[in-house]
């Protein structure tokens, strides 16, 4: 990797874990949890998914542990939401691309870690999206409800189309910036047209 | 082993992981969860175990992530029960049979693990009943609801029963093929038996 | 360690493990959990801050796993637990300093095990909280309640303060006794003034 294309991976993964941890610490407000367990729910999403990928596939200690780029924009997160927190709905709009680029982002270095490990493509794509998508699953569980993604959000399909992109750019094109930045973007573009038209991933209907 | 042993092992791991997949994807149907996360209730129910039971030892890369056995009996108990879901009702039976039959190789297999690994003989009939149980437990969090294993089922006991066995057996009797049977067998009759005279686990009186 | 050092830490590990145990089963008992459901909550209760420890770190095979004082420690208290459920409430004093001596020594070793694998200053003390408070956030995941110490408790602060301590004097003073010695009693103290005195961790006003 060359200046800029660190440059960028850096960028990306600053606004990413920043915004997965404001959507961490505004579940923990909306709970009326403590300021611990506000900087719990902040740290869990921002790192959580990364961290399951880690632990599935062996890669110990897990990332985030030496990754003072990533505990400083999760500390960021949480105390940017704390003091900001009566602006937060003006301010949701920015949240919303930064967390959509942090999906696109956790998305290409997860299924990168699967292909690096030797898994298959379609192991490697799952890793992307447990590292999009998983730290989302326990920010729900430990704010007691059920988790958002499993309940029609076109979240975790844009981080699925987004892997498959990736993967097929790597082998198209030369030098992986180019899938990255493909990826990262059609899941950002994915996430605003799933907002724009507000498009739903279909429920099955019990018929049991 | 040689091949017909081979073969039994791995049709009731096909038809095991097949019906843990069909109860998570069951239960996230009931909660009107989208395809998302139907696809991950069958996943997890059909791998928690074993996942849980590999990072407690250090096994990894988890197994199920090079085990396209069990990614192929999951996506298919996935796919089978959207599709059949009106008939799930009539096919309860077979599933029951089958999830005994799992619920008996996935102890066996873990109680294998814990022995390989040099655990003593509790422990490793602790990881084969983590490896056979566990993965139902992920699946009721996930679910938002209180593990069933923890009210009353015997399914856990089934478990920790045909764990013993396996042990004892494996001690008696030369050739592992023979614990297994006898460890499968037991766990199945005992999930028939309080199934049909309706048996359950006390629970403790709360008198605090 | 000399012998006496050796004797201070069993026992602290002893009753700190069994304390852990016993909330883990009074959780159970209170939601009407069955005898597995108990069990299974005592242990986790009691091993599951160290083992999300283990597993962050990459320690594996993850450390109750082979040490037989802990799971002694924690069967008695699930044992204790069940046989003297209509005592408990006289017992409960003595079970919060068991506990508060528990999340002292807990707190210590998670902080060591980070500062062994070369982990800074912060992260070690982070493991050392998770290591002292994780178990009960398991613990009320699966009793199906928002964890208690994201809700108010002077607890994981407790932790955190004491690891500071840990660290602290560990740099001023030599032998690691001494830093062990005032980081646990630390906690303990933090713990019973926070209980005399009421002490709250705030809560964030909802302003969104």
Known sequence: MNFTEVEFISTVEILGTFAFAVSGAIAAIRNRYDLFGILVLAFVTATGGGTIRDVLVGNMPVSWLTNNLAIGSALFGFV?????????KKL????FYFDAAGLGLFTVMGTEVGLEAG??????????????????VIRDVLSGIKPLIFRGEIY????VIGG???????????GEIWAQVVSILSIIVIR?????????????RNEM
Chains 1, 2, 3 share one sequence.
């Not at 940017?80 to 937060?88: D, G, M, Q, Y």
């Not at 949701?92 to 949240?95: E, L, Y």
Request: proline share 3%; with cysteine.
């Open 80 to 88: 940017f939401t704390i003091a900001l927190r009566s602006k937060i």
């Open 92 to 95: 949701q709009p920015w949240i």
């Open 119 to 136: 898994m298959g493509v379609g192991i490697s794509i799952t890793l992307g999206t447990i590292t999009g998508c998983f730290g989302g």
């Open 156 to 159: 975790a399909m844009a981080s």
């Open 164 to 174: 498959l992109l990736y993967v097929t750019v790597l082998n198209m094109v030369e």
């Open 192 to 204: 605003i047209i799933a907002l724009r038209y507000k498009l739903r991933l279909p429920r099955v």
